[in-house]
């Protein structure tokens, strides 16, 4: 999907009584509109769940905008994964806030930082007024992904899980596919993800991302019956993807290696030596 056919969304978003939404102002090929910020609670002290990149002065601007017009501030930055556009910007705020919050997030073994982080717990809950958070470990787009349910309300905030628009890139596909049936057992009412327009059915769109990643495997493996050599990942991106723009090619590509992976480990196709080079290992009809 071309940026340009994206759905606008704001800068700064009232979206319930207990949710603000603040735009990263980073958009581009891998964050869409930018990266969705939430600031969560009724209270005085309410929960910023993540934060953008770092050198986004607009965003900054924006958070401290919103925090002055509605007279509160931020006890607890909760961190949803490691990327940089969701992590990047929790040092600059640090600096900026006049009292510096909590940062909470999953460890990932061996990070470093220049703060404190206080470590999250799966299931941990985080409590403000307006608003109940429990912390669910839902690895699969990132070892070290979190999505925060706010038990009041059913409301999910999903973090790079499930998106908005588009479907989702993942480091690991079987972990991912368990995270998004966990999701779907916890029935949410409403997902606030961290890119993309606010899914207002997120039952059917977790079901159809499920169905999706089960199609694509099989797209894959038909590609691949009719090559008798090894072929890339690109070469599949392309002929699964019919009409996708180059510049989300290579997304596409790391989302085809990762699931020819799994159906490595499976034994269902081969891969030469240490490339992205792939085919059957075994004869299959088309």
Known sequence: MALGKLTELPQIAKLSPSVMRILGCNPGIKTLQGTNTYLVGTGAKRVLIDASEPEKPSYMANVKQVLKEESVTISDI?????????????????????????????????E???????????????????????????????????????????????????????????????????????????????????????????????????????????????VLTKQSDFVSASFIAKDVYVGLEDFMLPAAAENVTVQLRKLKAEGKVLQDGDSDKWKLAYKRNA
Not at 193 to 203: A, E, K, L, S, T
Request: proline letters at 6%.
């Open 78 to 110: 909760v961190v949803t994964h490691w990327h940089p556009d969701h992590l990047g910007g929790v040092q600059q705020l640090l600096s900026t806030l006049p009292s510096a919050p909590n940062v909470r997030k999953l460890p990932l073994e061996g």
């Open 112 to 222: 470093t930082f220049e703060y404190e982080i206080q470590k999250l717990v799966d299931g941990q809950e985080i409590r403000v007024e307006g608003a109940s958070l429990r912390v669910i470990h839902t690895p699969g787009h990132t070892k070290d992904h979190v999505v925060l349910l706010d038990t009041d309300r059913g409301a999910l905030f999903s973090g790079d899980c499930i998106l908005g628009e588009t479907t989702a890139v993942f480091e690991d596909y079987v972990s991912y596919m368990a995270s998004l049936k966990k999701i779907l057992d916890l029935e949410p009412k409403v997902i606030y993800p961290g890119h993309g327009p606010v899914v207002d059915q997120p039952c059917d769109k977790i079901r159809m991302y499920i169905k999706h990643r089960e199609q694509r495997e099989k797209q894959y493996l038909d």
